[in-house]
């Protein structure tokens, strides 16, 4: 067996013990293997309907920190870091049929990098992206979740946000922060969609 499939083999075993007997997915982008355990996830903030969940430093940024793929919280808001990053909440039960997740945030934009492209995956698949531009600075990511994944994953959602323009504030020639920021989150809404 070559070091590769050994390694891989020992990281799925620990995956394992990590999750128990938690649902898990493997998501094979660019040769890297993402994991999320989503039937593990604890203590995480409650996603009611008709509320809004801010991610500053002076609400539910605690556990934002604690995920993969964020910097420290700031009072507007927390940026994601590079590519990859996790966001996972609770939702209560819902009645009346499907619900839409609405993300609401910012990225950074210039004449030289006029837009930024973004896609969301739930639970391990592939439901949404979104686009940011010049023009449109405020658009939202928007999630249509089926009231059969509440009931299927009791009411746990992770939410993998994949950003295909990070870039760095100093690169941009907008300040001197080196950080590669994808995506500032600034909250979550969880409302009835749109029939």
Known sequence: ????????????LAILAYCGISVFFIMASKNIVDFVCVNAITDHPLLLLNSTLRFNSEQNANSIKEWFGWYQPEPWGT???????????????????????LIHGQSILSK??????????????????FIQTL???S??????IPAATIQAYNGNLALKLSSLDPISPSSSGQSTDTRILGFG????QLVHCDP
Not at 3 to 9: I, L, P, V
Request: contains cysteine; positive net charge; glycine residues 10%.
């Open 1 to 12: 067996m070559s070091n590769n499939k050994k390694y891989f083999s020992l990281s799925l």
């Open 139 to 144: 658009a939202e990511g928007r999630v249509r």
């Open 135 to 137: 023009e449109q600075p």
């Open 185 to 188: 989150v600034i909250d979550l």
């Open 112 to 129: 030289g990098h006029s837009r930024n492209r973004f896609k969301i995956f739930l639970n391990g698949k592939y439901v949404a992206e």
């Open 79 to 101: 940026w994601s870091s590079g590519e990859r990053s996790y966001l996972y909440a609770k939702v209560d039960k819902v009645e009346g049929g499907d619900v839409c997740l």
